[in-house]
């Protein structure tokens, strides 16, 4: 899906960036955004987990997972960011498992 590596060199981020990757700082609370990872092309960002949270299929069915923002992992798959959408139907994460997804989250 992603057409950029799991683990970033600052040149390779520096080339998100030129390509129109949103940095953290303007990322709004709740709100949905089209990017690339390895699992997924649309993410709704947390302010208080200070990650994004999206739809992935493994182990036979779909489920929530976090991923984050380049500012704060290198190393490993994180979440590219690239514009603020209104998510398809099928993107949309109900508030009420958004809310529970952080709020377990939220106890480690």
Known sequence: MSTYPVNYTDAQLEKAYSAGMLAKAKLEDGRYYRGECRNASIARW?????AF????????????????????????????????????????????????????????
């Open 46 to 50: 947390c302010a208080e987990l200070q």
């Open 53 to 108: 949270v999206h739809w992935t299929f493994t182990m036979g069915g779909w489920h929530l997972d976090l991923i984050h923002h380049s500012d704060d992992e290198k190393r490993y798959d994180v979440f590219l960011a690239f514009e603020c959408i209104e998510p398809a139907t099928d993107d949309v994460i109900p508030d009420g498992e958004f809310e529970a997804f952080v709020a377990f989250y939220r106890k480690q």
